[in-house]
RNA sequence: GUGACUGUAGCGCAGUUGGUAGCGCACUGGAUUGUGAUUCCGGUGGUCGUGGGUUCGAGUCCCAUCAGUCACCCCA
């Protein structure tokens, strides 16, 4: 015990206990996201390290000290070593490939990834170094309506999942320019009260002075609520953008909070910005959050292009399903196999091989590893199978198998071999339309 | 990164002022020589996260370290 290699801090497995959960909510957002008309692509986990300071932000935490940086090797060729880094998120690079192979180049695309992103922060439940997000990014719509899409999807994937009491916030921070112009009028109003900052707040005022707007140091409070508002410094084509949103939403019947603190930490996003958060899961309560990155294509070389998407944290909400106790669909077989004795095993697994053939849906297990019937019958119960099979010597030689009944009251019955395929697709059947 | 709490069998936990470990579930054998889940009886399983220290003696006290959890920070 003492020696044994433990998983890297902050970096878990996922469990067969859990795995039927992850592929239940993976198949209902592969199968939403399809419908909407979105295509999947897929990047590398790495990347140049200077895609994510130009994406990301130079003085962001996600770039100044959690990134995975590691040194690419110098090949045969001889071509430098350069400074590579495992994906804190995933826009960039999928902005990156986009304008790599031409895609976002003048025309429309709805994209959708998935996969683990590295992120070197200190764990906490909801949080890890290792984590799962889908994203979805859209390219080349410069409207509302596809804010309101995508705000639209996540909210029905939230119906899909059977998921309660996650909110909606929805902000906007107006176009780059205004942006930049209301952060320096901040970082003014606050540089003229420095005495009156906490801790926290001082070190935001270079890093990200919108987010001081945010604290939860109630000796805040009263500096932040006489700050310039940043309602009144959008300028005039977000302010119409945003109330456009407005009315697409109430449209849908998709409530929502404005919330004139919500501020992304990311430094490509502009104009919309929206979050999913729940109260259930302490403080790691957004789940889903994104918005507008209009200027993001073109600062990382492409054509001006509008942008919109958002991430999801998976692990959060794999969490939020578990605690709101949310079902999952079973995974249990059908039926599970037990054979006595030499020539039961030798006709047995023929059997079972001849029924997997006729009913290609079967969710059917063989007992391997032997046992005598009261283990193998332990076996079949702890399976979570509906019904034995049971093959046995005595059964051999009648030519029939027996069918047992191990969910329900009925008796266990004897059907010849020939009936076998006939009467189990029958109970398939049955079994569906329950 | 800062602060706090926790770590005892596969899992969930108990262990008194220091006297070398126990319960439930799970697993396994039997009652039931070809039938599970229920019931009854028995059994396996722990260098007490790791490494040092104090002590005649440490699961218990001290230090360090690793991991998890909570809050902050940050974010999905």
Redesign the pocket.
Same mark, same amino acid.
């Given at each position: 015990?003492? @020696?044994n290699i433990?998983s #890297?801090? $902050?970096?878990?497995d996922i469990l067969p206990d859990s795995t039927p959960l992850w592929q239940h909510f993976e198949k209902i957002v592969r199968t939403l996201l399809g419908n909407y008309g979105y295509n999947e692509i897929r990047m590398p986990l790495v990347e140049q390290t200077d895609l994510f300071k130009r994406a990301v932000g130079e003085v962001? =935490? #996600?770039v100044e000290? /959690?990134m995975y940086i590691l040194e690419n090797r110098k090949d045969s060729e001889g071509s430098e070593p350069f400074s590579m880094a495992l994906r804190p /998120?995933g826009t960039a690079g999928c902005v990156r490939a986009g304008i790599q192979a031409g895609l976002i180049f003048n025309q429309q695309q709805r994209l959708w990834y998935a996969g683990p992103m590295f992120?070197a922060?200190?764990?906490?439940?909801?949080?890890?170094r290792q984590?799962t997000?889908i994203g979805v990014e859209t390219f080349g719509f410069a409207g509302p309506d596809i804010d309101a899409e995508l705000i639209a999807i996540s909210a029905r994937l939230w119906k899909q999942l059977g998921l309660r009491n996650i909110h909606l916030e929805i902000n906007s921070l107006g176009t780059l320019e205004a942006r930049q112009a209301y952060r320096q009028l901040l970082v003014d109003y606050f540089s003229d009260q420095q005495e009156l900052l906490d801790e =926290?707040s001082k070190?935001?005022l270079h890093? @990200?002075p919108l987010?001081i707007l945010d604290?939860? @140091?109630p000796a805040m409070r009263e500096l932040v609520a006489a700050a310039p508002n940043l309602h009144e410094h959008l300028d005039t084509e977000s302010a119409e953008h945003f109330s456009q949103l407005q009315s697409l939403l109430d449209g849908m019947g998709i409530p929502y909070r404005l919330n004139p603190r919500l501020?992304?930490?990311?430094d490509y996003y502009s104009r919309t910005v929206f979050?999913w958060v729940t109260d259930e899961l %302490?403080?790691? %309560?957004?789940?889903?959050?994104g918005g507008r990155y209009d200027g993001l294509v073109e600062q990382l070389g492409g054509r001006p292009t509008p942008a919109c998407g958002f991430?999801?944290?998976v692990?959060?909400l794999i969490l939020l399903l578990e605690t709101q106790n949310i079902p999952t669909p079973a995974t249990a077989p059908d039926l599970f196999m037990i054979m006595?004795g030499d020539k039961a095993i030798q006709a047995g697994l023929g059997f079972a091989e001849q029924l997997r053939d006729n009913l290609p849906d079967l969710r059917l297990v063989s007992n391997c590893g032997g046992g @005598?019937?009261?283990?193998q019958?332990?076996r079949? =119960? +702890?399976s979570g199978a509906a019904f034995?099979l #049971?093959?046995?010597?005595? /059964?051999i030689e009648r030519g029939e198998i $027996?069918l +047992?009944p191990?969910?329900t009251k009925g008796e266990?019955i004897n059907l010849p071999f020939s009936s076998l395929t006939a009467h189990l697709s029958q109970l398939l059947e049955n079994a569906k339309q329950h």
């Open positions: 015990m003492a @020696n433990q #890297i801090r $902050g970096m878990h962001t =935490d #996600i000290k /959690e /998120e992120r922060e200190r764990p906490q439940k909801g949080r890890y984590f997000q =926290d070190r935001r890093t @990200n987010r604290s939860k @140091n501020v992304r930490g990311l979050e %302490g403080s790691q %309560g957004t789940v889903c959050a991430a999801m944290g692990e959060r006595a @005598n019937f009261k283990t019958m332990k079949a =119960d +702890k034995a #049971i093959l046995g010597e005595n /059964e $027996g +047992k191990l969910r266990q």
